[in-house]
């Protein structure tokens, strides 16, 4: 139960107890998936699943995280979908549709929230959102920037959307916000792409400083934007500090398929696990478990998908683990490191529509 | 003639202005015959060559006996027939050497060719191309310079509608999307056209003789699969094993170890294609009456099913994916059949009995029946045209 795991605070499991309560858990969820999504069952009987040969996390059998882009995968009855959450495709692509009841949903919430405060403190904080108030107009289906605002809302005290929908910055809001919470703690929000463009450019071009070392910028959505307009990492964070002197930054990795357990960025720019999820890197030549400091493809399990089979989800990115209950932030489990979609093939072949082809 | 013509790169020969004045030549002619056998020497002797298997099979394909041998299978057939006249070819982005295949039949047919290569910078399109023209500037094939044009180009509407507006026939290589698209640009009404669609194979093996085999069955079973990312048309992407269920089993294992003992000095798996074969194993269990067939690694995805259907092409996979199901008879392979199945290879002595069976149950796909191995040699007859006949005119005399 989810409750086991509330007892603790979000980073205090070492590897060998996090491991028993983790697998105990996904056992129990993947005997749950089993039993209630046919489609998760079909694929268990063709792998010879045997949960008596399950020992740890990394033998729970894993779900291409692309199926769910294919079919409506989920563990309850349909009624009992409270929110259906999208992940954000360019037009034309396939998404990802996920099925969310509430008892998910929550404990999507609190989880959320329990990993957030470790970062910023148990008080809730007013949260400046580098988006448009428009990305969440469509309330029933929400896309990955959407879902991942509307988590954050539960640890906000207020929210503020900076960005007109035309995507220009508000500068009354900003200037408003700012002068209201001058000197208190709170958090800058945005896709890292978003602040880059419409918050960081805007401040450059206006020629405005500001000063904001109580701020807590947390990004996510991926570098590979900004990296093909070569800016890496450090000079995302160099900038930033020159034009606004943001105090602390938190980059997150997540995915709309494991929502609430995000690996946030602790002081030393690591990505943690919590307690409620684990990364295993598996090698892509035969998915054996790679080592520390090895790149591979990026497993995630969770203990939070009750409603859908997405516990042990085999994703696209190429990742590695840097270390493990040892980082110098103190936060306990692994720390990662993500390095983004893993690169597409050129094949041979007879038809020049391989790409598309699924 | 051409309004834009800066868009194209031309390789070799030259875009000219007057198309209407090249001549058809009889099928099989001296000079074209001969042309090819020139060709051969100058790929076999290039330095560049044995680093490209393909540009050496292209080589073997136009050297002398091969032509000699294709020309004498249809003596009687060519008298009364010339080329079509300007043929023009769309050669797939994937395949380097095609568009040398495809232009050599039309050229044997007796017909002037323009031919859209692979706008990706293949040395192997390099080096024919290099040989082409080095012929071609010889006082002894410069009669043929009107009738090898090469040209490379980005994907263009306009370009093929100009093309195609002068072609009395036009060849589409790529598959069922690059068919389509070139089909927007109309054809003059007296053109016709040959067009490569996308296409599945399948392979026969009799268990029995797969149990006797040696290590040469995994090295052609390679060039028919993996050497192409077993993404051709012609790559089996299904295997029926016929033969006893214990019988198959046995004649599985002991292939499967012999291919992947091969592959693993010779192939590696993309990270990203050993998730899409893994998702393509999950794919098929989702739908499917099927079994993973656990392997050591990922370079082969072994997929069992317990009956076959025509949708099962739909959960291929390039890469190394394959689905099985063994039987004691071949009747259950009509069940897979549907015309977009392509070839049919086969190890052990059942090349006959394929062909009957075709025949007998009156099946609207399998093009091609071909021993393991020679899945992607080029011949004359691809998939189910006589391309010789197919380029050329027949002139009928009473």
Known sequence: MIENFNAFEPYSLTSDEKRRLLTRELLVLTEHHKENCPQYANLLECLGYDPEKICSPADIPFFPVRLFKEYDLMSIDCRQVFKTMTSSGTTGQAVSKIFVDRETALMQQKVMVKILSDFWGKQRLPILIIDTPAVLKDRRTFTARGAAIIGLQVCAREMCYVLNDDMSLNRDLLDSFLEKYKGQRFVIFGFTFMVWQHFYRALLESGKRLDLPEAFL?????WKKLESESVSRDDFKKALREVCNIGHFIDHYGMVEQTGCIYAECECGHLHASNYSDVIIRRPSDFSECSIGEKGIVQVVSVLPHSYPGHSLLTEDEGMIVGEDDCPCGRKGKYIRIFGRLKTAELRGCSDTYAESF | MLKNPEQIEVLCGKLFDE?????????????????????ASLLMKHPQSRNYPDVVAFGFFCRQANIEGLRCRYEGQTENRLGRGISFHIAPSNVPIIFAYSMAVALLAGNACIVRVSSKPFEQIEIVC???????????YSVLADYITLVRYPRSRKINDELSSVCDLRVIWGGDSTVEEVRCSPLPPRSNEITFADRCSAAVFDAEAVLSSKSALAHDFYN??????????SSPRIIYWLGDEDICERAAEHFWGMVHGYLLEKYSVEPVISVDKYTAACRLAIEKDMQVIPMPDQLISRMRVYSLSPDLEKYRCAGGSFIEYFDTSLEALAGLVSPRIQTISYYGKLAEKLRSFVIEHRLN????????????????????????????????VQ
């Open chain 2, 19 to 39: 198309y209407g004045s090249v001549f058809p030549l009889p099928p099989f002619s001296q000079k074209v015959c001969s042309f090819f056998g020139s060709l």
């Open chain 1, 218 to 222: 947390m990004t996510g959505g991926g």
């Open chain 2, 365 to 396: 796909g399998i093009d091609r029946i071909v021993p393991v191995g020679k899945t992607a040699d080029f011949d004359t007859l691809w998939d189910g045209y006589d391309l010789i006949l197919q380029m050329s005119r027949r002139i009928s």
């Open chain 2, 130 to 140: 290099g040989c082409i023209r080095e012929l071609l500037a010889s006082s002894e």
């Open chain 2, 224 to 233: 028919d699969t993996y050497l192409y990312d077993q993404n051709a048309c």
